[in-house]
């Protein structure tokens, strides 16, 4: 096999080198600027095949091929360096242009959280009532067995006294519990202030209740307490329709007798029913499921305080009359916003405050 000896006059070599520089100078990113170096100076190269073959050059001629492959390969990578830097810079400054943010534009740097339904509806109630120039009482959530049944007119044999009803603190003996109503704290605003009284008393309250879809252990109540000279049953119904109509717009409400160790006379309050106001009471083609076609949902209970309440703090009952009524924000809720299961209220997914949180504002 014959082999070929390569050109190494230096016409051909320079010839080499201007290839591989105008390589360098076509290429327009730095993979095309590796692909030519390779091609160009790489070891399968045109000029390294040249380097390769001064070894069989006679001596004499030896030193000049070398100092002129030397010379043309120092060329070439001069060449490739700075065509690299160009290069680099470019790509540089177009992956910096790709990825520039305006700091000018509003973004959201982190997802926002929500007050949640419960929180953000009772501060609503609160405000309700601090418009009509009523004050926000609160009270301990451990209370007094006294507090929360005795100076409410529940006897010893009450049934919400039992333990399957009622939270105890160990021991018994004590006499301690976890609030099951917000009624205490109307019981300590009797005995620490002064009368009259306008306040609204909202709060967690607990029970042993099962956990499911109508029932969680642990909820929240709003009450309202008037203690003043003259108080009748119109004020009453009038504060209610008032609230009743900034939670739900123009719903009518209604009384109707009930009863309550603590009220006397007692009294449930009822809701139109939002969905069929009423039409489907006696329709069988238009049957409602929210209020089972009576037109009315219950909403809370109310009444004008006991005089037993009222002797119990001290209050005189020949002077002085009161309303209460009381209601629960998570029924309150579901009224408003249609949120069928309380456990979703619970459970603390940021997805259900911000579904709700627009209707509760």
């Known amino acids: 096999m014959t082999t070929t000896t390569p050109d190494l006059s230096e016409n051909a070599i320079n010839a080499l080198v201007s290839q591989g520089l105008a390589a360098f100078t076509n290429a327009v990113n730095l993979a095309e600027l590796k692909a ?118 529940m006897g010893p044999h009450h049934p919400a006294r039992a333990t399957s009803d009622t939270l105890f603190i160990d021991p018994i003996e004590n006499h301690l519990v976890m609030r099951t109503h917000t009624s205490p704290v109307q019981i300590r605003t009797m005995l620490s202030r002064p009368l009259p009284i306008y306040v609204v008393c909202p709060g967690t309250t607990y029970r042993a209740d099962e956990f499911d879809a109508t029932h969680v252990p642990v909820f929240h109540q709003l009450e309202g307490l008037v203690v003043d000279k003259g108080i009748t049953l119109g004020h009453l119904k009038g504060t209610l329709d008032h609230l009743a109509k900034v939670m739900f717009g123009g719903v009518r409400t209604r009384i109707r007798p009930s009863y309550f160790p603590f009220t006397e006379p007692s009294a449930e309050i009822d809701l139109e029913c939002f969905v069929c106001r009423g039409d489907s009471v006696g329709n069988p083609d238009t049957f409602c499921r929210t209020c089972g076609s009576e037109g009315w949902i219950e909403w809370g209970g109310c009444g004008i305080v006991n005089p037993r309440v009222l002797t119990a703090c001290g209050i005189d009952t020949a002077v002085y009359s009161g309303f209460a009524f009381g209601m629960g924000v998570e029924r309150t809720l579901m009224f408003r916003n249609g949120a069928s299961d309380m456990r979703d209220m619970v459970e603390g997914d940021i997805r259900f405050s911000r579904a709700l949180i627009g209707g509760a504002r």
């Open 36 to 153: 030519a170096r390779i091609a160009h100076s790489g070891d399968k190269s045109a000029l390294a095949v040249a380097n390769r073959a001064i070894a069989e050059l006679p001596g004499a001629e030896r030193k000049a091929a070398g100092q002129l492959i030397g010379s043309a390969r120092t060329r070439l990578n001069q060449a490739f360096t700075a065509r690299e830097a160009e290069l680099s810079e470019v790509e540089l400054a177009l992956k910096l242009a790709s990825e520039g943010v305006d700091v000018t534009l509003p973004v959201a740097l982190a997802p926002h959280g929500e007050p949640h339904p419960i929180t953000a509806l009772m501060e609503d109630l609160g405000d309700v009532f601090i418009a009509m120039g009523w004050e926000i009482a609160e009270g301990p959530e451990l209370e007094a067995e006294w507090m929360n049944f005795d100076a409410l007119n």
